[in-house]
Nanobody, 118 residues
Framework: EVQLVESGGDSVQPGGSLRLSCAASGFSFSDLGMKWVRQAPGKGLEWVST????????WYADSVKGRFTISRDNAKKALYLQLNFLKNEDTAMYYC???????????RGQGTQVTVSS
């Protein structure tokens, strides 16, 4: 059974930082690209970032480029997202998503909430 369990979400002030984690199980994690998507209140899913199966390549939405960093540890079957210089508009539920591509498609976890507010 595929499982993706996110953690690390919190409430922070603008300009703050967070590190999101995702623990994966039930599939061959090291063979697949992975991505993060998010959903802001009242809006649809938004693609955030994708990383290749080996971690050598990554892609970012323009809205987060230069502020967020995606990474992975295949030995631990873990995916990460470092969020820096957070803005109010980054407030959303963040989902770890199975599979590559620059889209919101794929099996998602239950999400972890990031709230940016002063």
């Amino acid at each position: 059974e595929v499982q993706l369990v996110e953690s690390g979400g919190d409430s922070v002030q603008p300009g703050g930082s967070l590190r999101l984690s995702c623990a994966a199980s039930g599939f061959s994690f090291s063979d697949l690209g992975m991505k993060w998507v998010r959903q802001a209140p009242g809006k649809g899913l938004e693609w955030v970032s994708t990383i290749s199966y080996d971690g050598r390549n990554s892609w970012y939405a323009d809205s987060v480029k230069g502020r967020f960093t995606i990474s992975r540890d295949n030995a631990k079957k873990a995916l990460y997202l470092q969020l820096n210089f957070l803005k109010n508009e980054d407030t959303a539920m963040y989902y770890c998503t199975k599979g590559g591509g620059l889209s919101t498609d794929g099996w998602r976890g239950q999400g972890t909430q990031v709230t940016v507010s002063s």
